[in-house]
């Protein structure tokens, strides 16, 4: 079934479910106006073709896209160069929720990897700036030292030329629900090249 965006379709429980999944998603996911977070698994196609994940924080979902930041040096980053498209997890067990929503990803602007970095703690602005290979190699109280010199003097933080911002597209999106009397199910939607998503039920 194809539904545009406002339409309201009827699931194959007979319940309604927003036909829109951005909705859907608004409703599931946090405000994220007290700082970044949830955490989500991002995945992304390996430059050696298997796949890559890692955990990274949402830092803002605006509606739209799902925003996330990073090195510009890392891994993720070289792989999203070479291919812009990615999956992210994002799973709330204590209320049997499981969100997964595959699709593209694109550089935000200056201005909104600027406001990202400002929303984050004092403690991952400074982890932005000394995150690198050297300092992963060196022992732990070298690195406590390290991160002490560079504390000092630096009341306020730029982000460093390697922040970078990215925001991903839904192109598919499923919502995965448990229960502890029910069988799980799964709302899946497709998005159209109209706008439009297609929407079907699936078991869990
Ligand atoms: C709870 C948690 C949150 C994390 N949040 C981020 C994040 O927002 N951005 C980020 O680049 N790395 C974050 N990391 C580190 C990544 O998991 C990963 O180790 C790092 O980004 C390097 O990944 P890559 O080599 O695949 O690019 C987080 C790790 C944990 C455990």
Same mark, same amino acid.
């Given at each position: 079934?194809?539904?545009?965006?406002?339409?309201?379709?009827?699931?194959?429980?007979?319940?309604?479910?927003?036909?829109?999944?951005l909705?859907?998603?608004?409703?599931?996911?946090?405000?994220?106006?007290?700082?970044?977070?949830?955490?989500?698994?991002?995945?992304?196609?390996?430059?050696?073709?298997?796949?890559?994940?890692?955990?990274?924080?949402?830092?803002?979902?605006d509606g739209e896209?799902?925003?996330?930041?990073?090195?510009?040096?890392?891994?993720?980053?070289?792989?999203?160069?070479?291919?812009?498209?990615?999956?992210?997890?994002?799973?709330?067990?204590?209320?049997?929720?499981?969100?997964?929503?595959?699709?593209?990803? @694109?550089? &935000?602007? *200056?201005? !909104? +990897?600027? $406001?990202?970095? %400002?929303? #984050?703690? =004092?403690? /991952?602005?400074?982890? @932005?700036? &000394?995150? *690198?290979? !050297? +300092?992963? $190699?060196?022992? %732990?109280? #070298?690195? =406590?030292? /390290?991160?002490?010199?560079?504390?000092?003097?630096?009341? !306020?933080?730029?982000?460093?030329?390697?922040?970078?911002?990215?925001? /991903?597209?839904?192109?598919?999106?499923?919502?995965?629900?448990?229960?502890?009397?029910?069988?799980?199910?799964?709302?899946?939607?497709?998005?159209?090249?109209?706008?439009?998503?297609?929407?079907?039920?699936?078991?869990?």
């Open positions: 079934m194809t539904v545009l965006p406002g339409q309201v379709a009827a699931s194959t429980d007979g319940a309604a479910a927003p036909a829109d999944p909705v859907l998603a608004a409703s599931w996911l946090p405000s994220t106006e007290d700082g970044p977070g949830p955490t989500m698994t991002l995945s992304t196609l390996g430059l050696d073709g298997y796949p890559a994940a890692r955990t990274v924080l949402l830092s803002r979902f896209r799902l925003h996330f930041h990073t090195d510009s040096r890392s891994r993720k980053a070289a792989e999203l160069a070479a291919l812009p498209r990615a999956a992210v997890t994002l799973v709330w067990p204590e209320v049997a929720r499981q969100l997964v929503v595959v699709g593209d990803v @694109a550089r &935000v602007t *200056d201005a !909104e +990897a600027r $406001a990202a970095y %400002a929303a #984050r703690t =004092r403690y /991952l602005q400074v982890l @932005a700036w &000394v995150n *690198d290979h !050297e +300092a992963a $190699a060196d022992t %732990a109280d #070298r690195r =406590r030292e /390290l991160w002490a010199a560079f504390e000092q003097d630096r009341p !306020e933080l730029e982000p460093p030329d390697s922040w970078v911002g990215f925001a /991903l597209t839904p192109v598919r999106m499923l919502f995965w629900r448990g229960s502890t009397d029910a069988a799980s199910n799964r709302l899946a939607y497709e998005r159209h090249p109209d706008g439009g998503w297609s929407q079907e039920s699936w078991p869990g």
